[in-house]
C-alpha cells in the first residue's frame, strides 16, 4: 500500500529552478535511487497533569477510493529544519488553529524504516525507500482536516491501540501509533 503523503507545489504552477520542491517525475526518479527523509507525529491532547487522555488518528482516502487511518506525515525539504518541516506538515493536516507544541529537542521517539517490498521491516510504502523520524506533539486548539485528511478523530490511548483500530492504518503505522503510546507512558490505559 502506498503511504500519500503529498507535498503540492505551493505557488500552483511550476516549481522555480532553485526550489525545493521536486517534479513528480524528479521525485519519482529519486524514490528510486535514494532513501527519503520523512517526518511522522501523533498529535495528542493532554490533562492537567500532562499526561496524554487523547489521540488524534486522521483519515484518509487513496487514489482507489479505500479509507484508512494514518498519522500526521510528510516528506523534509531540503534545506528545512526536522523542526520546520514537522510544524508545516502538522499545520497542513490539522489545519492552522490546531497550535501545536513542537517538542524542543528534535529527538523523535522513533525512527520508522519504509521498504517498499514488505518482510524488511514492519513498515512498507510501495513507491520508496524513507526512513521516518516519528513524534508525539501535543495540540492545544481546534484541528479541522485539510489537504487529503478527511477527519481527525480523538480516541483514549486504550482506543487507539486497540487491534480494531490497528489493522485499520496503512503501512504498519498502527505499529508506530503503539510505539508512540508506550513512549509516553499510556500504551493500553484506559
Avoid at 503540492?8 to 524528479?26: I, T
Avoid at 517490498?117 to 510504502?125: E, L, Q
Avoid at 495540540?139 to 483500530?165: F, H, K, N, Y
Avoid at 492504518?169 to 493500553?188: D, K, N
Amino acid at each position: 500500500m502506498s503511504v500519500g503523503t503529498p507535498d503540492p507545489n505551493p505557488s500552483g504552477s511550476a516549481p522555480e529552478p532553485n526550489s525545493a520542491w521536486l517534479s513528480d517525475l524528479e521525485l519519482a526518479d529519486i524514490r528510486r535511487r535514494v532513501p527519503i527523509l520523512y517526518v511522522e507525529a501523533v498529535p495528542v491532547r493532554l490533562d492537567g497533569t500532562g499526561q496524554v487522555s487523547r489521540v488524534g488518528v486522521l483519515l484518509r482516502g487513496d487514489a482507489w477510493g479505500k479509507i484508512t487511518r494514518t498519522l500526521v506525515s510528510g516528506r523534509v525539504l531540503y534545506g528545512e529544519t526536522v523542526r520546520h518541516a514537522l510544524f508545516r506538515h502538522l499545520e497542513k493536516d490539522l489545519g492552522p488553529m490546531a497550535f501545536p507544541q513542537l517538542p524542543p529537542s528534535p529527538v523523535p521517539f522513533s525512527v520508522a524504516e519504509y521498504f517498499p517490498i514488505p518482510g524488511f521491516s514492519g513498515y512498507v510504502d510501495e513507491r520508496q525507500h524513507a526512513v521516518a523520524l516519528a513524534y508525539v506533539v501535543p495540540v492545544t486548539g481546534t484541528c479541522e482536516p485539510r489537504q487529503d485528511a478527511l477527519e481527525i478523530t480523538w480516541m483514549t490511548p486504550d482506543e487507539a491501540s486497540s487491534p480494531e483500530i490497528h489493522d485499520e492504518f496503512e503501512g504498519g503505522r498502527g505499529t508506530l501509533l503503539r510505539t508512540a503510546l508506550a513512549s509516553v507512558g499510556v500504551l493500553g490505559n484506559p
